[in-house]
């Protein structure tokens, strides 16, 4: 369900997106507002799950995570069991961060992120234990030129 945010709702959530842990004295001075009603702003954004969670990032480079893949999956089997059974085995491994069902040739897209090529491997070992698969392509991303978890507020109503 879509709900309705104003200006100061998106600059508000433009700066959460950058920094979650603003004193609430300081982004309500960044919007234009005292702290009561910036703090009342952000509880109903989150109230609304528009601010789904705050997070703290993980610098994975500092946490030998160096490698990541991409990993193109295709099955023949296309019945809720079987996309439970991913959902289950994709939910299970750690170095899956993310997993998208797609459409096209690629039924699924997976990022992986790993210290180096013996860990994807163990990672893919352990996918193709857990469920049939009829083919999967990984590729090894070489340099990342462009990293953001913040989404573009500028769609919304």
Avoid at 31 to 57: D, F, M, S
Avoid at 105 to 113: E, F, G, I, P
């Amino acid at each position: 369900m879509k709900h309705k945010i104003d200006a100061i709702d998106r600059k508000i959530l433009d700066l959460l997106q950058e920094r979650s842990d603003w004193p609430v004295n300081e982004l309500a001075a960044a919007v234009n507002l005292t702290p009561t009603p910036c703090w009342r702003r952000v509880q109903r954004l989150k109230e609304l799950g528009i601010l789904a969670r705050q997070v703290a990032l993980v610098d994975r480079h500092q946490v030998n995570l160096g490698v990541t893949v991409f990993v193109s999956v295709r099955t023949r089997e296309h019945d809720v069991p079987w996309l439970e059974k991913f959902r289950a085995a994709v939910h299970g491994i750690a170095e899956i961060v993310e997993a998208h069902r797609m459409s096209g040739d690629v039924d699924y897209l997976l990022k992986v992120v790993v210290p180096d090529i013996a860990g994807y491997d163990l990672v893919y070992k352990r996918l193709i234990q857990a469920v049939p698969l009829s083919d999967v392509s990984s590729s090894f991303a070489m340099e990342e030129l462009k990293f953001t978890t913040a989404v573009p507020l500028s769609y919304a109503a």
